[in-house]
């Protein structure tokens, strides 16, 4: 070869190994390549985990339902569906205008979410939508069990989950969690059925009404807690701090005052 | 090791003679761990399988461009990128495995198995045998993790991928489950016996004495 290559990738390619461009090159060219790849993958599969989620939650209700005792047999009689009711949030009744199909539009749009502040806000969320979906399971005219989405900061990340609750709104029918980033083996064995198993028969309020819900720190000493997890101190308070949010003033309560006064 | 045997060689001799888990014990950590059932292990061991060796098929593809000075990282990008890539594989298409292997899938990146095989071989050989070395080495950790994982669902849980294969003592049969092997401890012993096993057949693997045990034989006047 006479005289330097005028192609600038063969001219970079017989670069010395040790030169500072070159180095700084190639650690640019594979970054680039790699993050191309992570993220074309990511992107193209998401919808495919989306609906794998999707479906593994309706799995979770269903398995939830199915392992209260009694429920199987009345979710049966009802046809074996669950109600779906789109509730607003603000005034405790079903939403007038938002339906389970509109949805996903309805809290697409900001104005349908209320900004918390920080004393409102036990469960780090920063804001929370105005619609929520809840599922119903009647007997007869009465509401016997409800199950209510909740969510909230744990360790790790947001914790989802759905708790069942009896239709006296106060006694604890099970919990489902359907979505954490906990620290596996710690905060992670929430998803844990030996955990989850503690919920059924805690009482949520106190008999003047407070919410007195906790996950305890070592064994449950009173009807209000729940076993804590071991070096999962921040998870533990993640799941007192989500439940008792939401079963306030500014999560449920108006919905669960109207589900005891028989308005619903 | 070289390609001198050609590529079959390349590629059977980690089966057993050269095996990454009983005669380097790399990898270690994720054999104890993922090995409760057969389902995990053949799963993680595809994956690693799929990993090593296209990472190792990269990285000799581009071998003579990698700065000496950045070569650790450039590597372990690679490989980080490919795990990535199979986790969210996984978790798309088969979101019950990939939800019981939960972190190790991750943790492939930091196989030493990996990176080992793209640092030592596929950094000084071309394409063909780089790859052939690594898929031999995925093979050889393959075939300890699915002997590990079929011993252990096999006498722990009685099951072989999920069926039952020997009749429960709870459900009228005879056979009652060794709750040992589902805990992490039964995979360590598993794998001494394995270790010991296959070393007392072929004793050249066994390791030199760091010490030579005190003459003994003449007593002390």
């Given amino acids: 070869m006479a005289g330097p290559d005028r192609n600038p990738i063969r001219r970079l390619l017989a670069l010395p190994n040790e030169s500072r461009t070159k180095t700084v090159l190639v650690a640019f060219l594979v970054s680039a390549v790699c993050a191309a790849l992570v993220s074309g993958a990511t992107v193209m599969l998401r919808p495919i985990q989306a609906a794998n989620r999707a479906a593994e939650e309706q799995a979770r209700i269903a398995a939830l339902v199915e392992g209260i005792p009694g429920m199987a047999e009345l979710l049966e009689r009802s046809g074996g569906e669950l109600s779906t009711v789109v509730i607003d949030l603000e005034s405790g009744r079903a939403a007038q205008e938002v339906t389970p199909a509109t949805l996903q539009t309805a809290l697409a749009d900001p104005a349908n979410w209320t900004a918390l502040d920080a004393g409102e806000d036990l469960a780090g969320l920063g804001q929370r939508p105005d619609y929520v979906q809840v599922f119903l399971l009647r007997n007869g005219e009465e509401i016997s069990l409800v199950l209510l989405p909740l969510s909230g900061q744990g360790y790790g990340g947001r914790i989802d989950a759905i708790m069942a609750l009896r239709g006296d709104m106060n006694n604890v029918a099970g919990i489902a969690v359907t979505n954490h980033s906990e620290t596996p083996g710690l905060g992670g064995r929430i998803e844990e059925a030996a955990w989850q198993a503690g919920f059924p028969g805690t009482e949520l309020r106190d008999a003047s009404g407070e919410v007195q819900f906790r996950v305890a720190r070592g064994t449950a000493s009173s009807v209000h807690e729940v076993d804590g997890i071991t070096g999962a101190t921040r998870t533990g308070r993640g799941v007192t701090n989500m439940v008792r949010f939401w079963m306030g003033p500014d999560g449920y309560g108006p919905l669960m005052d109207a589900i005891r006064r028989g308005e619903f | ?221």
Avoid at chain 2, 89 to 109: C, F, H, K
Wanted: glycine content about 8%.
């Fill in chain 2, 1 to 221: 090791m070289a390609a001198r045997g050609g590529y079959w060689s390349t590629l059977t001799d980690p089966l057993i003679r050269q095996n990454p888990v009983t005669l380097q014990i790399l990898g270690i950590c994720s054999a104890l761990a993922v090995t409760t059932t057969l389902a995990t292990a053949v799963t993680m061991s595809v994956s690693l399988t799929i990993v090593v060796t296209l990472s190792a098929w990269i990285i000799s593809l581009i071998r003579r461009h990698i700065p000496g000075a950045i070569r650790l990282i450039v590597q372990i990008v690679i490989i980080a990128s490919l795990v990535i890539v199979i986790d969210q594989v996984l978790q798309a298409y088969l979101p019950d495995i990939s939800r019981a292997l939960s972190v190790y899938v991750g943790l492939i990146t930091t196989n030493c198995l990996v990176l080992g095989r793209t640092e030592a071989y596929a950094r000084h050989h071309s394409p063909l045998p780089a790859m052939a070395d690594a898929f031999g080495n995925g093979l050889g950790y393959s075939l300890i993790l699915i002997v590990l994982g079929g011993v252990r669902e096999l006498f722990g849980k009685g099951e072989l991928f999920g069926v039952q294969v020997l009749p429960l003592a709870s459900d009228g049969g005879w056979f009652t489950p060794l709750s040992l092997m589902l805990l992490a401890p039964s995979a360590f012993f598993l794998l001494g016996l394995l270790v010991w096993t296959i070393r007392s057949l072929l004793p050249e693997q066994s390791e030199a004495r760091e010490t030579t045990p005190p003459l003994t034989g003449e007593p002390a006047e």
